[in-house]
């Protein structure tokens, strides 16, 4: 396992100048993540913070070849450049011969718990050999703060704002890993930028898996979730400790919890300093917090349940 | 980086990592400085660095890159409690 000091020594791939805001939670998670590769890589990225942010031209913060071509169909971009690769490979047209080549998609939840997820759906099951990271802060940040499928229950949005009747989002998230999971992929994988080392190990799992791997990765935004920049790592531990963001790992088909915290963190210590909750702290939404906590811990309940055992 | 009074043919980024070349310190409101004889190099600050804006060499901590610093004091807030090498101060007009 790498140190830091190990990460350090390495080039960086993804370099500072980009646009995307004071304290994102973005940027650590691409730059530890490019680190773990020892061969080139090659990325596509799905429209999103980090596509605009870091390709603003004539700039550009990414020091490996790098293709967006839309909204929709990330995860197809990099099916086709990884077939690409291998039909060239096996012509011999590769200059260099038969150097080792990766592949990695980007893709906020937007991206691809919503707008990507049939090209992501495809490209799993056609067996492509890549890596798709979803970056997860819950919301179109990007756009202006759009509710999507991964944003919490109970969450204020743009088009989910919480008023006198209706408090925030009506719906609870999708399991967007679980889906992933039910593609039989052999490495699947939720982690979080503050476990620096775990976030490491997984992406290591999942760069030396062959075939299709995933990784979903909580992100911080202090424009969405109306937080302090520099309490981005925080709220991402807090997401964990209160087990709101479980992190487990799918290794041919058994699954594994990776953290489990010995004291449980309340909800409402994770949620009250977040803007996009404070509605849920005043009069009038009596209740609301009593469901999400309950949500929570039914969720984290049927997962233990799970671990260490075989899911399909 | 061509000027923008003469792009490229046909708007062709040439190189890599060109962002590097864009400066965002302007964005600062507060500024991170760090005690070296507290600092014990576990670079937790380079790991959480959105703006790869901590400079580590030779696995030593050794400043902070201040043309891409956004000032967002998420080095200054991990820095472990124990030893709470960085602080946040405010930038000088």
Not at chain 1, 109 to 120: E, F, P, R
Not at chain 1, 223 to 239: C, I, M, Q, V
Not at chain 2, 63 to 86: R, V, W
């Amino acid at each position: 396992m790498a140190t830091l000091k190990d990460f350090a020594k390495k080039e960086e791939l993804f370099t500072g100048g980009h646009r995307l805001c004071s304290g994102c939670g973005i940027p650590p998670i691409v730059r530890l993540v490019l680190r773990n590769y020892e061969t080139p890589v090659v990325a596509a990225n799905a429209t999103g913070c980090l596509e605009v942010a870091t390709t603003i031209y004539p700039y550009s913060a990414w020091r490996i070849p790098w293709i967006h071509s839309a909204f929709e169909n990330t995860a197809a971009t990099i099916s086709g450049v990884e077939t690409a690769y291998r039909a060239l490979k096996k012509r011999g047209k590769i200059p260099g011969g038969d150097k080792d080549i990766k592949f990695i998609a980007f893709g906020g939840d937007g991206g691809t718990y919503d707008i990507g997820l049939q090209s992501l759906s495809g490209a799993l099951e056609r067996g492509h050999n890549f890596l798709y990271l979803c970056y997860d802060n819950g919301a179109y940040m990007n756009t202006g703060i759009q509710r999507s499928s991964a944003t919490p229950f109970g969450c204020n949005t743009t088009t989910s704002p919480a008023g006198t009747v209706i408090k925030g989002k009506l719906e609870k998230r999708k399991d967007l890993t679980r889906i992933v999971v039910a593609h039989n992929v052999p490495y699947a994988a939720q982690a979080s930028p503050h476990n620096w080392s775990d976030l490491a190990k997984k992406t290591q799992k999942a760069i030396n898996t062959k075939g299709p791997t995933f990784l979903n990765v909580i992100s911080p935004c202090p424009l969405g979730w109306y937080t302090k920049p520099e309490d981005s790592n925080k709220h991402a531990r807090l997401a964990v400790e209160s087990c709101y963001w479980p992190l487990y790992e799918v290794e041919d088909g058994v699954l594994r919890v990776t953290y489990k915290p010995k004291k449980k963190v309340s909800m409402e210590e994770w949620l009250k300093p977040q803007g996009r909750f404070k509605h849920i702290f005043k009069p009038g939404a009596e209740g609301l917090l009593e469901e999400i906590q309950s949500q929570v811990d039914e969720y984290w309940e049927k997962l233990l349940e799970f671990d260490g055992k075989p899911v399909y | 980086m061509s000027d923008k009074k003469s792009p490229p043919i046909g708007g062709v980024i040439e190189r890599g990592g060109t962002a590097h070349e864009y400066t965002t310190g302007g964005w600062r409101k507060f500024k991170p400085v760090v005690d070296h004889e507290k600092c014990i190099n576990c670079l937790i600050c380079w790991v959480v660095c959105p703006d790869s804006a901590i400079i580590a060499e030779e696995g030593k901590m050794i400043g902070f890159d201040m043309e891409h610093c956004k000032g967002c004091g998420l080095c200054a807030s991990e820095c472990p409690d124990k030893i709470t090498a960085i602080t946040m101060e405010e930038e000088a007009d």
